[in-house]
């Protein structure tokens, strides 16, 4: 049986998010169960980009301070990092705040900006990956996500987070090489067999909905939730805003893996009840991941049916990001006019590779993602 912990939460007061993260841990076991005081452990919160805590997009330091103190005072050695889209790790710890909070507790940046290569022999579907140095020179993982919308995987969860364990650029390369959503989510799920993060703390009290994981909405879901099986939080999540964890390929491929349980009767909540934070108004695309193979004929009938990012004009402030983050070459989004100044970047379509980089890492949510008529006409996830 997987243990589910969920606790109220209404604001990020610290003390207030402190009471709930120390009752929440020793709801589950307790600091000790996770780690010991001769350990190097590794706090890994969602730092998505350089952007204020009020956007949203990123763990809010109130909750990393909160989750850092309870280890700290359990003895344990900790270390913080992660590798952002676009930014330089201390450029986003300093902007989202977790600088500040790792700074008043002593607790040093790892290094996520090198890395080495290292082979994993139980990969499904990736049997090697580069890590952040500083994921290497740990002992033990601390995930703490953002509860969040994503284009890709209809949600950014604990599975998701390892990814940002991949230093820099690397990642777009990943987007390049495993395209189809369903390869993407057994690659990330390979990752968290490789790293297996002891516990997960997630940071549920202002969610992001829409357009995640980083152009969505602020969302009040008051919630804190810990677990050690993290597909069983992200199940739970799911059931909070009403979407069926089936329709989520992190999930079924890390049930298959050993990951943990998304089966109801096998998840055990403690601390408040499920049904007190279910959200139906929760904005999030509530379909099942289809496959997508973007090569030779394959790629036209995927174009067709696969849903398609396009720019707001209207919003595009004309930065940039996009262009850099596309991770095709040729790239398929592009200054195609030779004009940066006066008009938006532009698709080339049979180009694209439906990653969704572009659509996640714009600063200006001025990127959107379209469900094309005839897969609108042909499926229909109501019936």
Known sequence: MSIVVLMRCESYDYNTVKSAVKKGIELIGGPLKFASPQEKILLKPNLLSADSPERCSTTHPSVFKAVAEVFMEA?????????????????????????????????????????????????????????????????????????????????????????????????????????????????????????????????????????????????????????????????????MVELNPEFVPTIVFGKEAGLGTYIEDEIEILGESLDSFKDSSFDVRRAPVRPFKAKDAIQFLGNTLVPKPYIEEAKCKKCGVCVKMCPVSPKALDWHNGNKKEVPPSYIYKRCIRCYCCQEICPESAIKLKVPFIRKFIYNPLK
């Open 75 to 239: 003895g344990i050695n900790l270390t913080y990092g992660d590798s952002p889209g676009i930014h330089k790790p201390q450029t986003a710890a300093h902007k989202t705040g977790l600088e500040q909070a790792a700074n008043e507790l002593g607790i040093s940046l790892a290094d996520f900006t090198g890395g080495k290569e290292i082979f994993f022999e139980m990969g499904i579907q990736n049997k090697k990956f580069t890590l952040a140095n500083g994921v290497l020179e740990s002992d033990g993982i601390i995930s703490i996500p953002k509860l969040k919308t994503h284009g890709l995987t209809r949600i950014t969860g604990c599975i998701k987070n390892q990814f940002g364990c991949i230093p820099g650029a690397l990642k777009g390369e990943f987007h390049a090489r495993i395209p189809d959503a369903i390869d993407f989510s057994k690659m990330l799920v390979d990752l968290n067999a490789c790293l297996k993060p002891r516990l997960f703390v997630m940071d549920g009290i202002m969610a992001m909905e829409g357009n995640g994981p980083r152009g969505g909405t602020p969302k009040n879901m008051n919630v804190i939730l810990l677990s050690s099986d993290p597909i069983a939080l992200d199940a739970t999540v799911c059931r």
